[in-house]
């Protein structure tokens, strides 16, 4: 059985995570290799493909990890 998810859901949730780890739309461009519009599409109702999500939520990650142990991720 598929689960269908709302793309809203997706959205919003990318969008919170990408604030949480102290991303601006454009440092997030960076880190994935697009531009700072795509970001914004993104988070703004066009659905990543899979891998880009995967990375972003991987970005993420590492950044609220490394404030969370107190350190920087760039020097």
Known sequence: MNAIVDPNFICKK???KRR????SQEK???ELGI???T?????NGRVPDAATYESWLQV???????????R???V
């Open 72 to 74: 920087a991720l760039y």
């Open 35 to 37: 531009t700072q519009a």
């Open 60 to 70: 993420c990650e590492r950044s609220i990890q490394a404030v969370q142990e107190g």
């Open 28 to 30: 997030m461009a960076m």
């Open 20 to 23: 949480a780890a102290g991303y």
């Open 39 to 43: 970001v914004s599409k993104y988070e």
């Open 14 to 16: 990318i969008k919170k």
